[in-house]
T-cell receptor
């Protein structure tokens, strides 16, 4: 079974609108961390936001927020007031446990911001 | 701080040749990771180091692949007898991890794109 599922292969959004990128995860470990990374066409992976499984509040970083619904195993990324520079691939990822340090990535969502 | 750097950025090689990639992590980071990313997929974990010790290797890492981090600073990833299926982007990342930390992130380099012809 896939550990990280991103069901939207591509999305088109009008500039300045908010956008939600979906992510569901699967783990039986009570301790885990969830990440979102952005990958522009240049190829580097840019860290956006982190949510720990024990964090009580949803993580926020500037225009990025993570809608964490633990019971549903959902960790959607919300980008407010989208900009043309937000066009990129977005990956949801998870680190399980406290000993294991590998990150498991989803297949990504390609976001296109339209002017 | 110059971030994580990788060299070369692009490598074209013929099937059967050996290739070596280098990764220089952020200077104070004690952990270094290698990932592989094929077209249309997310990165897949290959291996990681805590200082000079290689702590975990993925089953994806066949015996043709070897990684080292001899002095706990830079790392090399060597692929012997390359195959066309090895064509991918090889990403390196680093992080600073202290005992008990859980909320740390991995900083990625720009990657080395390998094409095996």
């Amino acid at each position: 079974a896939q550990k990280i599922t991103q069901t939207q292969p591509g999305m088109f959004v009008q500039e300045k609108e908010a956008v939600t990128l979906d992510c569901t995860y699967d783990t039986s470990d009570p301790s885990y961390g969830l990440f979102w990374y952005k990958q522009p066409s240049s190829g580097e992976m840019i860290f956006l936001i982190y949510q720990g499984s024990y964090d009580q509040q949803n993580a926020t970083e500037g225009r990025y927020s993570l809608n964490f619904q633990k019971a549903r195993k959902s960790a959607n990324l919300v980008i407010s007031a989208s900009q043309l520079g937000d066009s990129a691939m977005y990956f949801c990822a998870m680190r399980e446990g406290v000993q294991d340090d590998k990150i498991i990535f989803g297949k990504g969502t390609r976001l296109h911001i339209l002017p | 701080d110059t971030g994580v750097s990788q060299n070369p950025r692009h490598k074209i090689t013929k099937r059967g040749q050996n290739v070596t990639f280098r990764c220089d992590p952020i200077s104070e980071h004690n952990r270094l990771y290698w990932y592989r990313q094929t077209l249309g997929q997310g990165p897949e974990f290959l291996t990681y180091f805590q200082n000079e010790a290689q702590l975990e290797k993925s089953r994806l890492l066949s015996d043709r692949f070897s990684a080292e981090r001899p002095k706990g600073s830079f790392s090399t990833l060597e692929i012997q007898r390359t195959e066309q299926g090895d064509s991918a982007m090889y990403l390196c990342a680093s992080s600073l991890v202290k005992f008990g930390w859980t909320d740390y992130e991995q900083y990625f380099g720009p990657g080395t794109r390998l094409t095996v012809t």
